[in-house]
């Protein structure tokens, strides 16, 4: 009997241990990458857009799925108290649950089973919102990756049909530079954490988030093949982070974070201010990099930014990304953060980059609307400097299609329009041959633009493919008429006429000019 009671217990510690161990090998992988590839195959099966297919493909979205993580949870969290907190309310059921039955409903997905109209659904609004998120610029120029509380208030009010959920507040930031021990000794003595508020971590490469839950701490790593992990201490937590974002080899390295904590609470929670925070990490291998100084410009933190300033942080130094603090706090849209670094004596404005880009420019490209007006303010920005392609901040402006860029950058009484690039192009020319008509319509309006400078014997119009800009010039020459009769006769008197269509009109002996144009 003892023989036969000592195989069971023997089989019955076997059978523990498969049941403890199986599920780490028989879980399916839910990590982005696992994730991207059923999207891939569902939207190749329904012969969708290959530029979106091909993105699934090649690039990360860790904002995607940290940003849709993020709001599912948030949204979780106030649906104790408030029943109408959903993301997408058509659907009845977009929280958190509805993230991990999404998630294991794509991961689960042979690629061939067709789905029912509800999966289809899922699936349809899962790739929606992870689009979303990771290209928010797409939808609104002026909001970076990350910035949850503008990008819930965009879907809430207009940005997806059925959508009805609270927008969060942005109650805290701070950017650092430190060591996993550093970085354990922050999370045990500071108030940083705190129940109910969603933790978004950012390390310039990859960002992952946090939430605390009563005495458990939940990390979610997009790239990890278990999706979010439940741990019991902030030592866990911050092991996590630095696996998931500079690997288990780096931990005595100082490393780049940036936080930025949100919530739907009516008030903040009690945060510990920045400067106390970053007074207790030595600022030696910050003033040499200027990492977390560079961090506070990606994520708007002001306080940090004024910190790292007054202690003696080069204002100029540009980082592995080839920017300083003005190129990101401007590519970000960030006008309280540039106005605050345009204060400084020591600001260069104008300093490029190794492609020749000024902040300016960054602005410009990334439609920064708000940091364009703030830095036109500036007596010391050249809006005319070129890069090494020859692109000015207007050209760029109008090669990006920012239509409201373009009209700002032409109200400064500096600006000249008509600079041509290195392929010798004009900002009018690129907008035409882009066929991008608001930008078209902006510049033709202005009376500082030469809508006659030739590329290759062609004015811009010629360059066009689009009709509706045909149709537009064709409307504005007619309506120009008297002034290009009077043009065409100044020309002339002149010795030497090198515009071809003035060659052409003259040799309309009784003809109006503005008829031969209009044939």
């Known amino acids: 009997m003892k023989f036969i009671n000592i195989k069971v217990m023997h089989f019955l510690a076997i059978l523990i241990a498969i049941f403890v161990c199986f599920p780490v090998f028989a879980m399916k992988d839910v990590s982005q990458t696992a994730i991207l590839n059923k999207l891939r195959v569902y939207l190749e099966n329904n012969k969708r857009d290959t530029e979106i297919i091909r993105s699934m493909g090649d690039d990360g979205y860790c904002t995607g799925m940290t940003g849709l993580f993020g709001a599912s949870r948030l949204i979780t969290t106030k649906e104790n108290a408030n029943k109408s907190y959903k993301l997408l309310v058509a659907n009845e059921i977009d929280d958190y649950n509805w993230f991990k039955s999404t998630v294991e409903l794509i991961v689960s997905w042979n690629g061939k089973t067709k789905l029912n109209d509800s999966q289809i659904a899922d699936f349809e609004r899962f790739i929606s919102l992870i689009q979303f998120f990771q290209n928010v610029k797409d939808y609104l120029p002026s909001v970076h990756q990350g910035e949850l509380n503008k990008s819930l208030e965009y879907i809430s009010t207009s940005g997806l049909e059925g959508a009805k959920i609270g927008v969060p507040k942005k109650e805290y930031s701070i950017a650092l530079f430190l060591t996993l021990?550093?970085?354990?000794?922050?999370?045990?003595?500071?108030?940083?954490?705190?129940?109910?508020?969603?933790?978004?971590?950012?390390?310039?490469?990859?960002?992952?988030?946090?939430?605390?839950?009563?005495?458990?701490?939940?990390?979610?790593?997009?790239?990890?093949?278990?999706?979010?992990?439940?741990?019991?201490?902030?030592?866990?937590?911050?092991?996590?982070?630095?696996?998931?974002?500079?690997?288990?080899?780096?931990?005595?390295?100082?490393?780049?974070?940036?936080?930025?904590?949100?919530?739907?609470?009516?008030?903040?929670?009690?945060?510990?201010?920045?400067?106390?925070?970053?007074?207790?990490?030595?600022?030696?291998?910050?003033?040499?990099?200027?990492?977390?100084?560079?961090?506070?410009?990606?994520?708007?933190?002001?306080?940090?930014?004024?910190?790292?300033?007054?202690n003696g942080v080069d204002i100029n130094i540009l980082n592995d990304d080839d920017k300083n603090v003005l190129m990101w706090s401007s590519r970000c849209n960030y006008p309280e953060v540039v106005k605050e670094l345009l204060k400084s004596e020591k600001i260069k404005p104008n300093i490029k980059n190794s492609s020749g880009l000024t902040a300016l420019m960054f602005a410009s490209i990334h439609g920064s609307i708000d940091v364009v007006k703030e830095l036109l303010k500036s007596e010391n920005i050249d809006v005319n400097v070129q890069d090494n392609l020859g692109f000015t901040a207007l050209a760029w402006a109008a090669k990006r299609n920012r239509p409201d860029v373009v009209e700002e950058l032409l109200n400064s009484s500096k600006i000249d329009p008509n600079i041509k690039d290195k392929a010798g192009l004009t900002a009018f020319m690129r907008a035409a041959k882009d066929g991008y008509v608001d930008v078209f319509k902006k510049l033709l309006n202005s009376s500082r633009v030469d809508k006659w400078l030739e590329y290759d014997q062609k004015v811009a119009f010629q360059l066009t493919d689009s009709q509706e800009i045909k149709k537009i010039w064709w409307q504005y020459v007619n309506s120009t008429a008297t002034s290009l009769y009077k043009e065409v006769n100044r020309m002339s008197n002149q010795s030497n006429i090198n515009n071809l269509y003035y060659k052409k009109v003259l040799k309309q002996d009784n003809k109006d000019p503005t008829i031969w144009f209009l044939e």
């Open 181 to 310: 021990v550093q970085l354990k000794g922050l999370l045990q003595n500071q108030g940083i954490i705190h129940d109910g508020k969603l933790i978004y971590i950012t390390s310039g490469k990859h960002c992952t988030a946090l939430f605390k839950e009563g005495n458990k701490y939940y990390y979610f790593d997009p790239n990890s093949v278990t999706g979010e992990v439940q741990c019991d201490s902030t030592d866990e937590v911050a092991k996590l982070v630095f696996d998931a974002n500079f690997g288990k080899d780096n931990y005595a390295e100082p490393h780049t974070l940036g936080f930025r904590i949100f919530s739907l609470d009516k008030d903040p929670a009690n945060y510990p201010a920045q400067e106390e925070v970053l007074s207790e990490i030595p600022l030696e291998a910050e003033k040499k990099y200027g990492h977390a100084m560079i961090m506070a410009a990606r994520i708007g933190c002001l306080n940090s930014m004024r910190y790292f300033l007054e």
